[in-house]
């Protein structure tokens, strides 16, 4: 069966849309695109402005688990006034610190190993410690001063 002559044109020019797709960036690919018709899910039609909605959702989510679960932490050996104090008075450098470490083991696995092996390896010296020392430890890297407990 032979094809008419506007289906072979249209495969000479599906096989040069072919050829020419393989040497496009991925934006131009997309953009020629017509499957994209469908309805963008989300608030606003602008599917970059979902993505910040979404970005800065997640964010403050983040942030409020994050110190709920801080808050948690120190709620059975600090006051509520020393609580507060711990998470105010934090310095520029351990929140750096913290971000950046958070980063490196969120960004790759080799970068998660060596992360979880300092806090395993930190954990371990803190359970060798007596327990007495080791509270006093903590205490003056949270507080600041020397306490008697």
Do not use: C, W
């Amino acid at each position: 069966m032979k094809r008419s002559s506007v289906s072979r044109i249209k495969a000479k020019s599906k096989a040069e849309l072919k050829k020419r797709r393989k040497r496009m960036g991925l934006r131009k690919r997309l953009a020629m695109d017509t499957d994209r018709d469908a309805p963008v899910s989300g608030l606003s039609p602008n599917p970059a402005t979902n993505l910040m909605i979404a970005d800065i959702a997640t964010r403050a989510a983040s942030r409020i688990f994050r110190r709920g679960v801080e808050k948690n932490l120190l709620r059975k050996h600090y006051t509520k006034a020393e609580r507060q104090a711990i998470l105010d008075e934090r310095s520029l450098g351990e929140t750096l610190t913290s971000v950046i470490v958070a980063r490196i083991a969120t960004k790759s696995l080799p970068g998660a190993m060596i992360v979880g092996g300092g806090l395993a390896a930190k954990a371990l010296v803190d359970r060798s410690l007596s327990r007495r020392q080791a509270r006093r430890r903590g205490d003056q890297q949270l507080l600041g001063k020397k306490t008697k407990r």
